[in-house]
């Protein structure tokens, strides 16, 4: 059979809220038009993230109640913990509440005033986490991510030449770590390559600099490569997902993500001393090392939930529910991210809303008009994200203006995705209708999450 279907059946369901365009038109505004400050019951389709909003399996509902509270040395702390270690085969394992907690206390016993932190593209949180230190983010993509046509099957890698030349300007000693994230969720969810990560690791042992895995979506990235590295089409995902662990020193992960998890994070290291350190701030702000943050029913929640996301016909499908939109939007000729990511799709919001310049925010524009339209939630992932440099107050244009539709695992079916097509076609017809946005009011850190934004030219699509 050529159809791929959902590897699954649905044994509970939760109702969605069928809204009027006139009373999102209300309730957008009233959020100052930024979807995050919406009432989640006012969403129709939810494509906002795909943290924390997976369906638990019955394996994993079952887990919750075999949870262990005990606040010390829990059974559930030990299921989780040989979980992780079969998975990513790190020695020490440090739980967290989630992935930006895990990064906060390894960047905080390792980052210093003027450290340079390089990374494929890092997440919102890890920029944040590390220009809070004083140190400096910096994205060294790989040249074919610029293009957002490109069919280059492994865009998520990092540019090994631009590594080197990063490592010689400023020496070992001002880079507490290489960093890359699998898939890069900010350029495109897009995977990185067994070969990169091999060519990463040789450099970071080379130089004596620890090397880290941003780890959120590794299943997925792990059946990327599978499907199309060569040499690994015999290899399990779980046999490629430990190799790829192999060439680095440890890792962050959220759970909310490839782990199926509502809440939940860690932080893996083979270096036992920096471990020792981990675990005391965590104490200080997370708890105890054998729980962290999380409750003992969630413990046991990721356990299931990292076996169970290296299955392959979960695989097969997750990869094929993201090819199916990108397919259908590229046939429409909406400017869309190719080769599908993951986790989401990407519309090229700077293509899309080409009359708006960046300044204008094409990306927050886009998102707002498709919410207002159909009732469809997701997020800029541009300038208002990524254009303003906290330390100086100067904003700049983002790389890219895109607009992310994460799908949710295990949570909508082809028809919700159908209804994302008719929508998206919609919005692409009437495009020229739309203008800018303006920001009204906003922090200097993560402003996307709290800013207000209001139309240039009322939107009159
Ligand atoms: C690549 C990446 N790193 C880190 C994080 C932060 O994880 P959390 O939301 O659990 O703090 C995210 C969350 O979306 C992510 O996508």
Redesign the pocket.
Known sequence: MKTIIEPFRIKAVEPITLTTREERHRLIAAAGNNLFLLKAEDVLIDLL?D??TSAMSAEGWAAIMRGDESYAGARSWYRFHDAVHEVFGFEHVVPTH????A?RILFGVTVKEGNVVPNNTH?D??RANIEYLGGKAVDIPCPEAADLDSDFPFKGNMDLEKLRELVDRHGAANIPMIMV?VTN??GGGQPVSMANLRGIGEIAKRHGIPFYI?A??FAENAYFIKRRESGYADRSAREIAREMFSHADGC?M?A??DAFANIG?FLCTNDAELATRERNLLILTEGFPTYGGMAGRDLDAIAVGLREVLDEHYLEYRLASTRYVVDRLTALGVPVARPAGGHAIYLDARRFLSHVPPHQYPGQALSVVLDREAGIRSVEIGTVMFGLDPNTGEERPARFDLVRLAVPRRVYTQSHMDYVLEALAEVWKNRERLGGMRIVEAPRVLRHFTARFEWLKEAGS
């Not at 989630?98 to 907690?101: E, H």
């Open positions: 993230t943290s924390g989630q992935g930006r907690a990064e997440f949180t890890t994230t969720n900010s941003d959120c979506r962050t959220s909310k993500k994070g």
